[in-house]
């Protein structure tokens, strides 16, 4: 049977068909959709975890069970999870294990472009790289099988375009003859002490001298001959845009990117006249086929930075490019807070307060756009703590009132408890703002261990958070209404002048969130004409629902209109207007 398929639908597809028993991971564009396809098959225990580091620490346990697990994650996560994957690597697996790393090269949705093949190197596992959706598919089947032949964990590396580009893949049968898991006692192999340590990690590095010799023969990694006069090396998606581009060129095609085929890759360099290296990102192949002493071109042509294109592919071969049809000039969309977002009152007032904003990765780091424009720092997830207190250690005592961290209710979660706990003990003046959404939204409303609800959509216990805040020694704990302009504010700046740690957590859900019995939408609100002034004191918050309609005389005055497909009735436009313009409808 075939099917359409997106990459990441087509990598859970592949994980059922490879007998996984466990998948978990931390949602993150442009891995999200994984963990939210395998959960369609029942044979698969899904779950979200608080962080990327506790979903492969869950992989491990599962795989230590003897089951097949996959782990899920962009490639910011990785960084999370690096602590117990650079050790996985010396202990190995008994189940297969599989982790899924998804960069987003451009940054689409992410704060840097580190390109995740550089883990796999560093901490010495194999890693194969699929180019479309059957091969995403074939590609997780096949790492499991290498996990357990080689005794490794085994990434597989996805990018924003094949994780959500789609084409046709032919689905297969999920295997039923593996192993049923059971405890087995190995500490020798699996207690991580210097002296098992010492005595593993020779194998580690045999078992990639043994990965990169088996590779030469596998089908994953193919010669493709055709012109002679110019060969391409190249892996994953930028294996189409060459196809796309360079039809005629011979093609070394990767797909399994660490550890290398060298012989494979000498016998291709020597069946051409000019290589070339095309790869996304960092100059990953290129600089082991130069250290090879194989003359080779790459990114001398290639871009280093931003993903690659047939466009981009076709400027560095100084290649013509095709027609494209003239769009309308259409008005620019920068990116921006839903309409009836609980968090845009928080931003207005801390830009009323003139306060020093450390951000977080949220929904919520579009407070630094304007016309809100109340966010100074955002570095990863869980920073915005920690970065609040470093900043208040150094500032004077007048300006650590200005500190203030903001940070989401998954976010706080997933890193920044440490972060709350280490300014409790160290006392720092600084206030800290928690945005509870009851949802990690930004990647597409999953729930968190604060929703009350698992991935599989089964009730369970929620987290407290203003219980936790207190456990983590947090003396001053305060709950607001973000929609009420007045009392956020008042509250805010109270705490702002508090002389040591506060918090301050919201209470409103997601506008977006699944739930409709937790998010109610009020009354649809609208502008009377005659009372508007133009003052243009309700665009300050930068609501998507509100336009602003110019005189029909062209001069520079106007006057504010809400769109009622776009509103969702939170009452905070009504309360910047001081001519009482604005009021609900039916």
């Not at 040591?500 to 939408?521: A, G, Q, W, Y």
């Amino acid at each position: 049977m075939k099917t359409i398929l997106s990459g990441n639908e087509a990598i859970a597809r592949g994980a059922y068909e490879a007998g996984c028993l466990v998948a978990c991971g931390y949602p993150g564009t442009p891995s999200t959709e994984i963990l939210e396809n395998t959960i369609k098959y029942n044979e698969i225990n899904s779950s979200w975890s608080p962080n990327e580091k506790v979903a492969l620490e869950v992989a491990i346990g599962a795989s230590f069970g003897g089951g097949r697990a996959l782990c899920t994650m962009k490639h910011v996560g990785v960084n999370v999870a690096a602590d117990p994957l650079f050790t996985l690597s010396y202990t190995g697996v008994r189940g297969g294990l599989v982790l899924v790393a998804a960069d987003d090269p451009e940054m689409h949705s992410s704060q840097n472009e580190q390109d995740s093949r550089n883990y796999a190197k560093f901490a010495k596992v194999p890693m194969l790289e699929p180019s479309d959706s059957q091969e995403c598919k074939e590609f997780t089947r096949l790492a499991f099988e290498l996990s357990e032949q080689y005794d490794a964990p085994v990434m597989l590396r996805s990018s924003t375009r094949i994780s959500h580009g789609k084409s046709i893949v032919e689905l297969g049968e999920r295997v039923a003859d593996l192993p049923l898991p059971k405890l087995e006692k190995n500490p020798a192999k699996l207690v991580m002490l210097p002296g098992n340590a010492r005595v593993r990690h020779p194998l580690v590095e045999q078992k990639l001298l043994d990965l990169s010799k088996a590779a030469v023969t596998m089908p994953l990694n193919r010669l493709e001959l055709r012109d002679s006069s110019i060969g391409i090396i190249t892996a994953g998606i930028c294996y189409q845009y060459v196809r796309e581009v360079l039809p005629n060129a011979s093609t070394l095609k990767l797909g399994m990117v660490h550890p290398l085929p060298h012989d494979l890759i000498r016998e291709f360099a020597a069946k051409v006249d000019k290589l070339y290296v095309i790869e996304e990102l960092d100059p990953f192949i290129e600089d082991q086929v130069k250290a090879m002493g194989i003359k080779a071109i790459g990114k001398e042509i290639i871009p280093l930075c931003g993903e690659l294109t047939p466009g981009r592919l076709r400027n560095s071969f100084g290649l013509p490019q095709p027609a494209v049809i003239p769009a309308d000039n259409l008005p620019g969309r920068p990116p921006n807070m839903c309409p009836g977002c609980p968090h845009r009152g928080v931003f207005f007032a801390l830009n009323q307060l003139k306060a020093y904003v450390t951000g977080d990765i949220g929904c919520y780091t579009l407070g630094f756009m304007p016309p809100l424009s109340a966010m100074d720092t955002c570095i990863c997830m869980g920073a915005s703590i920690g970065m609040a207190t470093g900043v208040a250690k150094v500032v004077s005592n007048e300006e650590k009132k200005k500190v203030v961290a903001v940070i989401g209710d998954s976010t706080f979660l997933h890193t920044g408890m440490n972060g709350l706990m280490d300014m409790v003990y160290n006392n720092s003046p600084a206030t800290v703002i928690i945005l509870d959404n009851s949802i990690t939204a930004m990647t597409g409303r999953q729930d968190n261990p604060a929703s009350g609800f698992t991935l599989m959509d089964d009730p369970t216990n929620a987290v407290n958070i203003p219980l936790l805040c207190k456990a983590l020694g947090a003396k001053h704990i305060r709950v607001i209404n973000p929609l009420d302009l007045e009392e956020t504010k008042r509250v805010i700046g109270e705490e702002m002048e508090r002389p040591e740690p506060s918090v301050i957590i919201t209470n409103k859900p997601c506008v977006l969130i699944k739930r409709e019995d937790v998010f109610n939408k009020g009354p649809v609100y609208t502008v009377d004409a005659d009372r508007c002034t133009g003052c243009r004191a309700c665009l300050k918050i930068g609501c998507p629902a509100i336009e602003w309609r110019p005189a029909g005389d062209g001069s520079k005055k106007g006057k504010a209109a809400i769109d009622p497909l776009l509103c969702t009735g939170c009452d905070v436009c009504r309360q910047l207007c001081k001519f009482d313009a604005i009021g609900s409808v039916k």
